[in-house]
């Protein structure tokens, strides 16, 4: 089933301690994204990928990084999270053409305390 | 920068009639892609409905339809027959001509639509 899966779904972490939520697609995309979804402001982008150890800053990429190392993984860093990076997180990605739907990821909701 | 509002938080409709939410967009571009998603209580995000702005002619799909009007950059979704399982989050969607590569896609507010059975 192609799909685009992340983990995890659900993490509830303190001030500081680094995190990774993974990202993974199984349909060969080229395109990867990152956005979060915060109450009254929808979804924004935080970083983009365009191909293997092709990234680039999205809208609100401060207080995060990613790589890509795989064409199937893009997973998102919070080297020293901080309480407002509490949001829902969406991996999404597609093929690079105009035309190709981007697929979305179920989400993954993070709590900072 | 191109920017997507959608002016009503929350929208409530009886099952069986029909609603429409609203999306304005501002934009330089001549080309360009505009979308509906649903994100219902699973926050799975579903593609409702897309419209590509070179075609005059407005996207259908099903009990799902738009309103396209280029000129007054505006999007709005009109859902008929409305059913139970409509309820969610709806969000209109912007994203640039781009032959390959980047295709950032920029988000309104949201739109909470509750069916009242």
């Known amino acids: 089933e192609a799909q685009v899966t992340q983990n995890p779904r659900y993490l509830i972490t303190v001030t500081g301690k680094k995190l990774t939520v993974t990202c993974s697609q199984n349909m060969n995309h080229e395109y990867m994204s990152w956005y979060r979804q915060d109450p009254g402001l929808g979804l924004r982008q935080i970083y983009y990928?365009?191909?293997?150890?092709?990234?680039d800053k999205g809208d609100v990429p401060e207080g995060y990084k990613v790589s890509r190392k795989e064409k199937r993984n893009f997973p998102l860093i919070l080297e020293s999270p901080s309480p407002n990076q509490t949001s829902l997180y969406f991996c999404a990605s597609s093929l690079s053409h105009r035309l190709n739907e981007q697929f979305f990821g179920p989400g993954t909701r993070l709590t900072v305390l | 920068a191109q920017t997507v509002t959608q002016s009503q938080p929350e929208m409530s409709v009886q099952e069986a009639e029909t609603v429409t939410l609203s999306c304005t967009y501002d934009t330089s571009e001549s080309d360009y892609y505009l979308f509906w998603y649903k994100q219902p209580p699973s926050r799975q995000m579903i593609l409702v409905i897309r419209?590509?702005?070179?075609?005059?002619q407005n996207a259908t799909e099903n009990r799902f339809s738009v309103n396209f009007q280029k000129a007054a950059k505006s999007f709005s979704l009109k859902i008929s027959d409305s059913q139970l399982g409509d309820a969610a989050m709806y969000f209109c969607a912007y994203r640039g001509y781009v032959i390959q590569g980047a295709q950032k896609l920029v988000f309104g507010q949201g739109t909470r639509l509750t069916i009242n059975p």
């Open positions: 990928s365009m191909n293997v150890e092709v990234t």
């Open positions: 419209q590509e702005a070179y075609k005059q």
